[in-house]
Nanobody
Framework: QVQLVESGGGLVQAGGSLRLSCVASRSIFSGNIMGWYRQAPGKQRELVAYIDSRGNTYYAESVEGRFTISRDHATNTVHLQMNYLKHEDTAVYYC??????????WGQGTQVTVSS
């Protein structure tokens, strides 16, 4: 079964940290580039970061230097360590393959709310 389960979101003050986790089914995780995406209210979903199977990473300019993506091949898990959070990081965060296509399913996401 194709599955993505995100967790770790919450309410945090500006400047704080959160660590998100995403457990993916093996069919999604194995051999694929994995990414974290986010969707703020009234905005389109955007790519935050991705990591390939060798550990090479990409970050959106808005999170570069503050967020760190990692993956655990033993548990099919992708993490997103978020430090120095800003109010504008408030969004629902999702993980999925990168690139993602319209026919790919999404998980339920995890809400991150940063109070200013």
């Amino acid at each position: 079964q194709v599955q993505l389960v995100e967790s770790g979101g919450g309410l945090v003050q500006a400047g704080g940290s959160l660590r998100l986790s995403c457990v993916a089914s093996r069919s999604i995780f194995s051999g694929n580039i994995m990414g974290w995406y986010r969707q703020a209210p009234g905005k389109q979903r955007e790519l935050v970061a991705y990591i390939d199977s060798r550990g090479n990473t990409y970050y959106a300019e808005s999170v570069e230097g503050r967020f760190t993506i990692s993956r655990d091949h033993a548990t099919n898990t992708v993490h997103l360590q978020m430090n120095y959070l800003k109010h504008e990081d408030t969004a629902v965060y999702y993980c999925n393959r990168y690139p993602v296509f319209p026919y790919h399913n999404w998980g339920q996401g995890t809400q991150v709310t940063v109070s200013s």
